[in-house]
């Protein structure tokens, strides 16, 4: 035991060293455990507050991550109550996995729905974005001709699930083009919506894409579809916990999501919602358990073990992202990403491709250097500044992602604005 607290005591989790072990606790049910173990987190009021976010995050000293995008980290808090699960599904890991911990998924089945506005029967919690949005673009009944309408810059891993639909049963993709950064809400709507025909069926819209960080208006796209019996599957991968958002008030038939982006959940975890009386009619690819009803959400659930402590832990996070506010978090993420832009953005080789309005924007921005590669302007800020981006070179765009996150403050944004005017002024 003694290691294993000078072990928790290096990675600042000292609290944990001192936790209630869980084999006394083996009698009792999640939610008494539950109880009994969590801290309560309590913000300071006024001026500290952003330092207080920051001092919940195992911040590196050295390495400045600016790829919050890619994957975020989580919140102490967050890691604690992980490792806290774990420990104690280790003492008994079929008892403990199966039974104790089992128990508290539905309370945070709950939560995820009430950050966007959904009902819990409507929510299934799986390994992340990937397979929430396969889920619906492998499950949805389509025929031979049946069109879908997507963009060329949805993420790729759901282009080529379409791609492979369309290969394999001969369904017709109607691809939507973008000039980044797009400013205009209804030309973005128009570019979708003008693509419906009769034979559509589908709408694929990315909410915040991941390339530029430009916003969708998912609502009015998914207005016209509704009004032409086409069904809406959003990706929400780069949105939920970062930019608000109702899926009834959207008034859209699917969703999928990552909870290791903005939500800061443990990695591995994500979220698939699908409208109540949709849920009949995706079919699952997974083994099914053929007594269930045809109607629960926990059929897209079936996967044998699972990462229970990881699911259980996405409670916490939601936790601290309920600490911090939704409202708060998401003027904060696009203020610190305007505050970077506003330094950089007047440099005559500097071009911004994601739109200046948070209408339209929020912690994600995309800026290219002329006369530099993507990938050489990565390589720069690494090797010399010992700060982390991502390059992107993807169809039209050839510049870096930076993504801030809550934890990031503005001295480190003055960092990397110094870092990149180097560059830019370099010959
Ligand atoms: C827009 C978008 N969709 C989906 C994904 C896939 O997410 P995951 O790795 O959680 O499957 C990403 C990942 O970066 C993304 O940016």
Redesign the pocket.
């Given at each position: 035991m003694s290691n294993r607290r000078d072990f928790l005591k290096k990675v600042g989790l000292a609290s944990l060293a001192t936790s209630v072990s869980a084999s006394t606790l083996w009698s009792k049910s999640f939610s008494e455990i539950n109880k009994a173990l969590i801290p309560s987190l309590i913000p300071p009021p006024g001026d500290d507050f952003w330092a207080w976010v920051r001092t919940n995050y195992t911040v590196s000293s050295n390495l400045l991550n600016l790829n919050n995008g890619?994957v975020s980290p989580q919140p102490k808090f967050v890691q604690e109550a992980f490792f806290r699960y774990t420990e104690m599904a280790n003492e008994a890991p079929s008892y403990y996995l199966w039974r104790i911990l089992e128990e508290g998924k539905d309370a945070v089945r709950t939560k995820l729905a009430n950050l966007c506005g959904a009902s819990d029967t409507e929510i299934a919690i799986n390994r992340?974005?990937?397979?929430a949005?396969d889920t619906v673009i492998h499950g949805i009944e389509l025929k031979k001709g049946d069109e879908v309408v997507l963009s060329k810059y949805d993420?790729p891993?759901?282009l080529s699930a379409w791609k492979t639909r369309e290969k394999r049963e001969g369904i017709v993709l109607k691809w939507v083009d973008f000039d980044f950064p797009e400013n205009d809400e209804q030309k973005i709507a128009d570019k979708y919506t003008s693509l419906f025909t009769n034979k559509t069926k589908v709408v694929h819209i990315?909410h915040l894409?991941?390339w530029a960080g430009q916003i969708v208006p998912v609502k009015k796209i998914a207005a016209v579809a509704k009004q032409k019996g086409i069904k809406t599957l959003v990706?929400a991968?780069?949105s939920f916990a970062h930019i608000q958002f109702d899926v009834k008030d959207w008034d859209i038939d699917y969703m999928g999501t990552?909870l290791?982006?903005w939500l800061c959940c443990p990695f591995g975890t994500?979220m698939l919602y699908i409208r109540k009386e949709e849920i009949p009619n995706i079919k699952t690819f997974f083994s099914e358990d053929l007594a269930m009803d045809q109607g629960s959400i926990k059929r897209f659930e079936e996967l044998g073990t699972r990462a229970s402590t990881a699911e259980l832990a996405i409670g916490e996070a939601i936790d601290f992202h309920l600490a911090i506010g939704a409202e708060r978090k998401q003027q904060r993420l696009y203020e610190l990403k305007k505050y970077w832009v506003d330094q950089v953005k007047s440099h005559p080789r500097v071009k911004i491709l994601t739109p200046e309005s948070s209408a339209l924007s929020g912690a994600l921005g995309l800026v290219c250097i002329e006369g530099i590669e993507a990938s050489d302007i990565d390589t720069y800020l690494m090797s010399e500044h010992h700060i982390h981006v991502v390059g992107i070179k993807y169809e039209k765009v050839n510049g870096i992602r930076v993504t801030p996150n809550v934890y990031t403050s503005l001295d480190d944004l003055d960092r990397f604005s110094k870092a990149l005017l180097l560059l830019c002024d370099k010959k």
């Open positions: 890619g992340n974005a990937t397979e949005l993420y891993r759901m990315t894409i991941n990706d991968a780069h990552s290791h982006k994500g």
